[in-house]
């Protein structure tokens, strides 16, 4: 890690501490932006997701290995319908935009984080299709949070689990933490370094709950469109000063 990124301050004539593996972000603020300058909600999601496509090639630059957006929660289908449709036309527009950069031999890998099912099914296909396409990429790897919640993953991992019990193939001792992370949406993926919620607001709102537990977490009072790759390198450094036990001392 310190090797990296010594590469990348060179190259990029900045001074980085340390690179985190995994970057979680809330991107909370994209109403009150919006609200605060007279435009309707959803003008604030789309500057929430230009916001986005400037950090995540920011994190890509400097070597982040995972970063992970919550875009959708399984709880904003209370939101007025035109302003769930507007932001999963955001995410079709995301995934376009993607698609074509991944034919232009882009290196970033997709994941989707999430309950897919209740989706639009032209939605559903085109993360089927780009999971599938960017499988072997080598770059990092963005997880894009649509219909997540943290408590639903759960459930549904012990869903698997039970399913598995039933059909006779686990017994109950052999459910430990190891093999429910199994059964997570991020299985194979580390857990990450810090979480970063912008707008001042102080919560987990549902987001990482099992992946989170040893987390740093790092709050900014910038609305989540205002967001600068100079926030994430205020975050990283802020990250950088914490001292992590991990329950030891
Ligand atoms: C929270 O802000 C944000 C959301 C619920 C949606 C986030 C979605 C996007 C940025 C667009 C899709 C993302 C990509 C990358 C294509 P809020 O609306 O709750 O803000 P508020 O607390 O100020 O009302």
Redesign the pocket.
């Known amino acids: 890690m310190k090797g990296e990124a010594m590469a990348v301050q060179e190259q990029e004539n900045v001074s980085l501490p340390v690179i985190p593996r995994h970057i979680g972000i809330?991107?909370?603020?994209?109403?009150?932006?919006?609200?605060k300058r007279g435009l309707p909600?959803k003008a604030?999601?789309?500057a929430?997701?230009k916001?986005?496509?400037r950090v995540s090639e920011y994190c890509e630059k400097i070597g982040v290995k995972y970063l992970t957006?919550?875009?959708?929660?399984t709880e904003?289908w209370r939101?007025p319908p035109e302003?769930v449709e507007a932001?999963m036309d955001?995410?079709r527009?995301?995934l376009k935009n993607a698609e074509e950069r991944r034919e232009k031999n882009s290196k970033v890998r997709m994941l989707f984080l999430g309950d897919r099912s209740a989706l639009a099914p032209d939605l559903q296909e085109k993360m089927d299709r780009m999971e599938r396409e960017s499988a072997n990429k080598t770059g990092i790897t963005i997880c894009?949070a649509i219909n997540y919640g943290g408590r639903d993953e759960i459930a549904h991992a012990a869903r698997e689990l039970a399913r598995l019990a039933k059909a006779g193939s686990l017994s109950p001792e052999e459910i430990t933490p190891e093999l429910l992370e199994k059964h997570l949406y991020t299985r194979g993926i580390p857990d990450p370094d810090f979480i970063i919620r912008p707008?001042g607001?102080q919560r987990i709102s549902n987001f990482l709950l099992w992946q989170s537990a040893y987390s740093e977490f790092i709050y900014r009072d910038v609305?989540?469109p205002d967001f600068e790759p100079e926030d994430l390198r205020g975050a990283i450094e802020e990250f950088a000063g914490r001292s992590r036990r991990f329950g030891g001392i």
Do not use: C, P, Q, T
């Open positions: 809330i991107m909370d603020g994209n109403g009150r932006w919006a609200v909600r604030g999601h789309k929430g997701a916001a986005f496509e957006a919550y875009a959708f929660s904003n939101r302003e932001i955001l995410l527009e995301y894009m707008s607001e609305l989540w």
